[in-house]
């Protein structure tokens, strides 16, 4: 009975606060809506610069290749190839493409044409990615001896046909949202309570360690269950994106997710003396867990110290887990050394919680 008060007091206290309910619904809403649409690592609207020191059909053809591509924004032809570097040393151009002088000539000839590519890689991603599209148009536009020297691939995507890079992303938001609000929230929960002075008042009561802990936890298990309800049905709506294994798995793998999360919150607000203590030590490892999860990057593309991290990230097997049923519909037993890990995280953490409330302090 003392654990069904403490739970309607958390409650009470989420609903008389003007700010938190708003939080709990919008921030879903906003993040849901816009990010899948601007987290997009497809590199398009490449600015390109041309160079061409032949001006002959060939050449031409090759222009026109870059202008109908629907990857660059095609930024003129340049007189020298000091124009055009100029242009991206001043960021009024992404990418150069110098044609040599005798470019229709080799063609006739059956030479390969040594056609340089310069790109700004002051963004490394743009200016590999960007490089290599405009290869394969170089490439394709030579003569049909050269092209049939070069070897043909089918690709076969898998699990995801048209490459939508939204269908990667929402699971991934959805895992975001549960960090922030699993994680934040009950970081300020206990050392709001220290600031106002209510936690006296609850370490004169008989009530236990694990009830205290246990009320704080519940609530925001069931906000991580209205949060993830709420992403289906916009996923949904709006993407027309939907789980492709049993939601129950989903809803089972969030909620260790939000108990380790939550749990962490409630520790750092036990150690903590103010909210901006409590919200910066919170930040800190928010934005480590998050780079290092693979969420956002593979993770074999790491060094091999920064690979090992992944063994002790709870969210890089939420983020694998979560994938694996949404996108590929896996089943229990694809994601069981997932549900192990994180069901482990979550009792150490909730122990820990327990543990480092100090009810006499």
């Known amino acids: 009975m003392m654990l069904k008060y403490l739970i309607q007091k958390e409650f009470l206290q989420i609903r008389r606060n003007s700010f938190m309910p708003k ?33 002959s059909t060939q050449s031409q053809q090759l222009v026109h290749s870059i202008e109908a591509s629907g990857y660059f924004i095609f930024n003129g032809q340049k007189p020298s190839y000091e124009a055009a570097l100029n242009d991206i040393e001043t960021s009024r151009a992404d990418v150069t ?42 490439m ?72 205290f802990i246990l009320a704080k936890l519940i609530p925001y298990w069931l906000i991580a269950l209205i949060v993830m309800t709420l992403c289906f049905a916009l996923s949904w709506a709006i993407y027309d994106i939907t789980c492709q294994g049993p939601l129950w798995l989903v809803y089972f793998i969030t909620i260790l997710f939000a108990f380790f999360f939550s749990s962490l919150g409630l520790i750092i607000s036990n150690y903590s003396d103010t909210m901006q203590q409590a919200m910066l030590v919170m930040w800190f490892f928010v934005v480590c867990l998050l780079l290092l999860s693979g969420l956002f990057t593979p993770v074999r593309s790491m060094p091999d110290w920064a690979y090992l991290t992944t063994y002790v990230n709870p969210m890089h097997y939420y983020v694998d887990a979560m994938r694996t049923v949404f996108i590929r519909g896996g089943t229990f037993q694809s994601i069981a050394h997932q549900v192990g890990a994180l069901a482990c995280y979550a009792l150490i953490m909730g122990t820990w919680a327990v543990w480092s409330y100090k009810k006499n302090g």
């Open 97 to 138: 493409v110098v044609i040599p002088p005798d470019y229709g000539k080799q063609l006739s000839t059956g030479e390969v044409p040594q056609v340089l590519i310069a790109a700004n890689a002051v963004n490394g991603t743009k200016g590999s990615i960007g490089s290599a599209y405009l290869s394969q148009v170089v």
């Open 140 to 211: 394709g536009s030579q003569n049909p001896s050269l092209a049939s020297q070069r070897s043909v691939a089918n690709v076969l995507a898998l699990y995801n046909k048209h490459q939508n890079y939204k269908v990667f992303m929402i699971p991934a938001l959805m895992g975001i949202l549960v960090l922030m609000l699993c994680g934040f929230l009950p970081a300020l929960n206990i050392v709001g309570e220290k600031e106002a002075g209510t936690i006296e008042q609850i370490n004169v009561t008989p009530v236990s360690k694990w009830s």
């Open 23 to 55: 939080v709990i619904f919008i921030f879903p809403i906003m993040v849901m809506c816009v990010m899948p649409w601007v987290m997009n690592q497809e590199v398009k609207n490449i600015i390109v610069d041309v160079v061409d020191n032949d001006r």
